[in-house]
């Protein structure tokens, strides 16, 4: 595998803006991948019966629109020096402002911190904005690639 | 899933906990097209086992989803503000999560009433594979 590396140069690169239909049916698929039953996440009467406006997404929907949205993360990644065959999953914070439902979001990540040395990790906030440019929710996502075994 | 109420909890109260089937490899592969998230490491055990791994390995975001149900299970979603976890060892296929949570700390703030609750989810040996809070607005 060829050499790569990231630097603290990333810092502050932003990654390009993207739109995503979030759908019922891709709000039910997901739900029925992670075992959720629940079922205001899959009939719309069951959910304003509990009180919302529609079937919501739950609270790790986003990971969705990151990846289904975006599925040029990994070039994005590549080209920043990351070798994806060897990345982690160190953190991910969700900041929820508003409930995510069904329909048109925009989003745009941007890397706000890289650490190199004995661990390197990279941290990519994005966020997500409904139709109306209302921000929904606030991502953070930190991963660390695994060094090479020696 | 109901309305949590701010005086009803006490710091060290326990969530009701959350029993996960054991992980298996159809529940990754299901994960991965669900979520878009295709990194072979978590489908294509060749793949893991070339690049050091002893075999595939459980998304993150799969663990995290897992605590998430937890937490709905618990609240009602519209009273989630945040919710964040650490990754802290990897799951394998086979291995069986529980989720839980206990509350660790109520402060108000700007007229809002706030419970902290501190989630994790571990294997049978105990092992935390993830661990993180949840903050509800009551």
């Known amino acids: 595998m060829a050499e790569k590396g990231i630097s603290k140069d990333l810092i502050g690169t932003k990654l390009d803006r993207y739109e995503f239909d979030v759908e019922r049916g891709k709000i039910k698929e997901f739900c029925q991948a992670i075992g959720e039953t629940n079922p205001i996440y899959f009939d719309v009467e069951a959910a304003k019966k509990a009180g919302f406006e529609d079937i919501p997404a739950p609270p790790t929907f986003p990971t969705v629109i990151q990846f289904w949205g975006y599925p040029k993360i990994w070039k994005d990644m590549e080209n920043m020096g990351v070798d994806t065959s060897r990345i982690l999953h160190l953190k991910e914070k969700y900041n929820y402002v508003k409930t995510l439902y069904p329909g048109r979001v925009s989003s745009q990540g941007e890397c706000v911190n890289v650490t190199v040395g004995k661990m390197d990790t990279m941290t990519f906030k994005t966020t997500i904005k409904d139709a109306k440019g209302d921000t929904v929710i606030e991502a953070e996502m930190s991963i660390f690639i695994r060094k090479p075994e020696q | ?138």
Not at chain 2, 43 to 53: E, I, Q, V, Y
Not at chain 2, 95 to 111: A, D, H, P, V, Y
Request: charged letters at 30%; a neutral charge.
């Open chain 2, 1 to 138: 899933m109901s309305k949590i109420e701010f005086d009803k909890y006490e710091v060290g109260q326990e969530l009701p906990p959350l029993k996960v089937d054991p992980v298996t490899h159809a529940n990754l592969v299901r994960y991965a097209g669900a979520s878009g998230d295709f990194n072979p490491i978590h489908n294509d055990p060749d793949f893991a086992r070339k690049t050091g791994l002893d075999g595939t390995i459980a998304h993150g975001m799969f663990v995290m989803a897992q605590i998430g149900r937890l937490c709905t299970a618990w609240a009602d979603q519209k009273q989630i503000r945040e919710f964040g976890v650490t990754f802290k060892a990897m799951t394998k296929p086979g291995q069986k999560l529980t989720c839980s949570g206990k509350i660790k700390r109520k402060k108000e703030e700007n007229g809002e009433k706030l419970l902290t609750v501190a989630v994790e989810a571990a294997d049978e040996s105990g092992e935390v594979k993830a661990s993180g809070e949840l903050v509800v607005v009551c």
